[in-house]
């Protein structure tokens, strides 16, 4: 019995995997779990990418024959409690859920253990709770890796003789993944901080120094021109802005737009690959994003739920189930103050103006008519 139940596990899998890299085809709905229900608990819907995150999960639970309580709850950490706590007494069978606050859910989640309901987090780690047991993201440290590793290409840093100022932007301080993209690109740019050929003329070099409350674009937006005015008067140009993520990015572009008055044209970094971001990408107003596929986070994420719904425990295994997908399975890297969460991590990869057809291939993007800008595709 046990072993039909994994196998009809995997070939749950398998068909969503399947109908992932078949792109947008609908999979073939089942019947066996129709009464199971999936509380699933996103941040915002202000970001277009949590809007993505969520409509892909809901459809891919949907397919399989589950009922989804989808919630955004206005990037407001009470409201999320709310939200979740609704869903509890709702008698949601399993929450998947992206934290607004990843320090704010414990006493919340504590009603979801005493039920024996299963927690997943989504992307971004649950603080201090031992109702949590599994965790789905994207590497977060490469994030900011591949940030660094890109302005420390860009600009030559081990070889040059020239010296640049750059500023930081990062994330909102109660987001867990925050503070790793910070830290993975400081760590990659620090020795040039150190040896003089990069330099924060704001002084700005902590990450609470540089975190941007809610992820804001308008947010980011005061921060860098307040920065600007202070520290880049006269002619001091400003050569690199290492953005955490796209909605950050955008706001620090508009800041420069209305407020720089260098004629150069300096380093900006994201995350996400939001629309708005790759315009900029075309029209050289940010240099390049860190894409990370929600979709295939979705498959994941649903791969993981699936297991548990079927009263599976989820292991390494299944991270080698995802077909086209690259996932690792890491129980040691992610520590919620409780204990080491085990982790499914997927890889993200870099976007610049010159590999925009790769996003064209996920099939979740399309060019526009004159063949300029990408749109989602429909
Ligand atoms: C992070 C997420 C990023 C970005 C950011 C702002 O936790 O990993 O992809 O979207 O939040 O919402």
Redesign the pocket.
């Known amino acids: 019995m046990k072993k039909l139940l994994a196998a009809a596990a995997a070939l749950a899998i398998c068909c969503s995997v399947a109908s992932c890299s078949e792109k947008k085809n609908d999979s073939q709905k089942t019947t066996s779990n129709t009464k199971k229900t999936i509380g699933i608990a996103m ?2 819907k202000e ?1 277009e ?2 809007n993505n995150d969520g409509e892909s999960l809901k459809s891919q639970f949907e397919n399989a024959g589950y009922k989804v309580d989808l919630r955004f709850s206005e990037n407001n950490a009470d409201k999320q409690n709310e939200d979740i706590g609704g869903m509890l007494s709702d008698g949601v069978d399993l929450l998947l859920i ?1 934290a607004v606050d990843g320090n704010t859910l414990s006493d919340t989640l504590a009603g979801a253990k005493d039920k024996n309901i299963p927690v997943v987090a989504y ?2 780690l649950i603080m201090n709770t031992d109702a949590l047991t599994y965790y789905v ?2 590497d ?1 440290l490469t ?1 900011g890796k591949l940030q660094g590793e890109y302005v420390k290409n860009q600009l030559h840093l081990t070889s040059t003789t020239s010296e640049y100022n750059i500023e930081f932007v990062a ?2 301080e109660g ?4 503070r790793y ?1 910070y830290n993975g690109a400081y760590d990659v740019l620090k020795p040039f901080i150190d040896n003089g050929t990069l330099h924060i003329q704001s002084g700005k070099n902590t990450f609470e120094q540089v975190a941007t409350l809610g ?1 804001t674009t308008e947010n980011a937006e005061k921060n860098m021109k307040a920065t600007l005015a202070s520290s880049y008067t006269g002619d001091t140009p400003i050569d690199i802005v290492l953005c ?4 950050t990015a955008l706001g620090v572009a508009n800041a420069l737009a209305s407020d720089y008055k260098g004629s150069n044209t300096p380093i900006i970094t994201g ?2 690959g939001d629309i708005a971001n790759l315009k900029n990408i075309v029209d050289g107003k940010q240099s390049m994003t860190v894409y ?1 596929n ?1 979709h295939d986070e979705a498959a994941v994420a649903f791969g993981v739920c699936k297991q548990l719904l079927d009263g599976e425990i989820p292991t390494s295994k299944l991270a080698a189930s995802f077909g086209d997908i690259k996932v690792n399975y890491d129980s040691e890297s992610y520590n919620n103050g409780v204990r080491y969460v085990q982790s499914y991590l997927l890889v993200p990869y870099v976007i610049t103006k010159d590999n925009l057809q790769l996003l064209v291939d996920t099939g979740f993007f399309k060019w526009d008519g004159e063949n300029k800008y990408l749109e989602a595709a429909e």
Do not use: C, I, T, Y
């Open positions: 941040p915002s970001l990418r949590w992206a992307d971004r993201s994207f977060n994030v994330g909102d987001d867990n993944n925050a993209f992820w955490a993520n796209d909605s995350q996400d990370k929600v």
